[in-house]
Structures are given as C-alpha cells and as structure tokens.
C-alpha cells in the first residue's frame, strides 16, 4: 500500500509565478490536511480537506493561497503570485476516517521562491 | 491558543547514550499528544502517542508519560543507536473539532558511533 505521495519534491519559482503542489492520500484514505514548515519553525496547520469540501482552512492566508481536494485526483494545493516569504515545505497527511483516526505524512513538497 | 515547545537542537549523542528530549504544551481541556519521527529523506511517521493523564506511550524503546501537573510530554530512550538519528517532533490534537495537529519545532537528533 503506497504511502502518501505528495510532488513535486522540490519547485522553484520566481516571484509572481504560481505554484501547484499535488498530495496523493493512501488509498482509503479521504481526509487530507496540509502543513507548512518555514525554516526554523514547526509544522502549521494550513487546511482541512475531505473529498470535494473544505473543512477547516483557518490556518491560510487570506489571499494567493487557496486548495482543493477533488472527486477524481489528487489534492492541490495553489499559491498564486509567489513571494520570497513563501519558500517553505509543504506536507500533505491523510486519514482513514474522522476524530481518531491517525495522520499519515508524505515527503514533504520544498518550494523556494526566488 | 495551543502551543507545544520542545528542546532545541541539534542534539548529538554518542550510540548507547540515554535520551531525553523535553516537550511541554499549553491547551485548553484535555489535548491528545503525539511523538513524530522524520528520518532523512521521508515523510514524518508516528513514534507514539498518549490520549489521557499518566498514559505511557512507547515504541522502538522510546517512551513518553503525558503529565497533565507539568503540562509535560518528554520523550526518552535508554541506549540509543545511530539508526535513531532523525527529527523529532512532538505535537499535540485537541480532543474535540477535527484532527488539526499543533507541532512544536522540531529537535534534530545525531547520534554518533
């Protein structure tokens, strides 16, 4: 059973450019929550996603970031109009069900802005 | 809000040394906790967790005992290896609303031959 796959591992951009990470949940798996870690920092909930819905996005910025997790494919996570203060890593984690359920990490997506 | 601190790294450890890496949390009710590992070049994985007060979780000979009194979570191992040469992050979920992880920094553990 593959794990979580997020891609791509690593992305550059120039700022002003847009940036797509896509998160690939384990099979069964239909919650996927994304975390930013900037450097020095710990992981920072960003959003709470379950098939077709948001849940819980109180941990993204209010404008250029914005991510959906769709019937059909991965979870897409989009920033628009990249800034320095962007560069950062971006994971993915899933679950199997609701309250209780365990998260599983992927590798993790390291976009730097330059 | 909630918020977990944990020790500063880098730490680094001759192998068979004892560990301790320190980790306390401010949250309102009763948090659940959790150990996560990051070895190089992969995604975090869950090392342990604890659910209540004076719950001991334990695996792979790493322990932590959640102290509600100290607001405590500390992960210790008695003979580490240079195979638990990784990050560690130790994080707590609030008991109700959804999974949403809080994550301290993160300690970045070196163990040497």
């Known amino acids: 059973n593959a794990g979580v796959m997020q891609n791509p591992r690593h992305l550059v951009r120039r700022r002003g450019q847009e940036a797509r990470l896509r998160c690939s949940p384990m099979k069964g798996h239909s919650h996927v929550y994304w975390y930013r870690q900037l450097p020095e920092e710990g992981l920072k909930f960003m959003v709470y996603l379950q098939k077709e819905n948001i849940i819980d996005e109180s941990g993204m910025p209010k404008e250029r970031f914005s991510a959906e997790f769709p019937k059909e494919g991965p979870s897409i996570l989009r920033i628009q109009q990249v800034v320095r203060g962007d560069s950062a890593a971006y994971f993915c984690a899933s679950s199997p069900s609701g309250p209780g359920g365990e998260l599983f990490f992927g590798e993790g997506s390291r976009l730097t802005v330059l | 809000g909630d918020s977990v601190t944990q020790m500063e790294g880098p730490v680094t450890l001759s192998e068979e040394a004892f560990l301790t890496i320190n980790c306390t949390y401010t949250a309102t009710g009763y948090p659940s906790l959790f150990w996560y590992v990051q070895y190089p070049g992969e995604g975090l994985q869950l090392l342990l967790k604890a659910t209540k007060a004076d719950d001991k979780g334990s695996n792979k000979g790493f322990e932590a005992t959640y102290r509600k009194e100290t607001t405590s979570f500390h992960l210790e191992k008695g003979s580490v290896q240079v195979s638990d040469s990784a990050v560690y992050f130790c994080?707590?979920?609030?008991?109700?609303?959804?999974?949403?992880?809080?994550f301290g920094t993160g300690t970045r553990l070196t163990i040497i031959p």
């Open positions: 994080a707590l979920k609030a008991n109700f609303g959804n999974e949403k992880l809080t």
